[in-house]
């Protein structure tokens, strides 16, 4: 299945997570969100804390992609460097946010906890534009196609949600999923045919094996509605010819 409709990677930025200390919790409700808005998510990298890496990695996405979003690094401590080097990526001064800074002010209002390392959440690539945290304040931003985002999840889906009217979206891909306990190996050559009749349709399959049983399910996903449900139905058929009893499901099912 190919178009023309916008474009999108993720980049997770963290040690913890390529310690394994962390499990990133933020990319499959980022790849769904983006799937309503008719954005096709293409590409994830996870980069450690080092600025070379997470310059490398901006710079060769968002030339890439029509838009990029990063999660993680844009806290207090010392390892959160993100700013700093998306600022180095665009070639842009880092700047404190005077909006940021306001919203951290009257965060914290009336206690003794604004120092200097919670106004390190204020620094901002000149000219980039805040991105709200309606959790814990601390704004993310967006300089040119790269929004960058908390690696909280709470926090990043607050943020992703509320960016909505800054995204330009494409025909939304709508799913089908089959399911039957016939294994993949009994299909795989009807399927492959099927498939290259109908490019519109991208078809993956993924065996399962539970209780000792062998399962696969068969997800489809299309922009034309109709193609999807003829392609559905063949694939259908296409079971029930090996003796299979298949389950049509919307989305993705159970899986």
Known sequence: MTDTAPTAALLIIGNEILSGRTQDANMAFIAKHLGTLGIRFRE???VPDEEVEIVAAVNALRA???YVFTTGGIGPTHDDITAECIAKAFGLPLIRNPEAVRRLELHYAG???LNEARLRMANTPEGAILIDNPVSTAPGFQIGNVFVMAGVP???QAMLTGIGDRLVGGPVVKTK???SSIPEG???DTLRTI???YPGVDIGSYPAFRQGKVSTALVLRATDPV???TVTALVADMLRGLGGDPIIMDGYGDQ
Do not use: G, N, P, Q
């Open 177 to 179: 999923s089959v399911a």
């Open 111 to 113: 206690t003794s906890m």
């Open 44 to 46: 994830a990298r996870v």
């Open 195 to 197: 498939a290259a009749d």
């Open 227 to 229: 193609l999807l449900e």
């Open 154 to 156: 709470m926090i990043m």
């Open 64 to 66: 890439r992609y029509t």
């Open 186 to 188: 009994s299909f795989a």
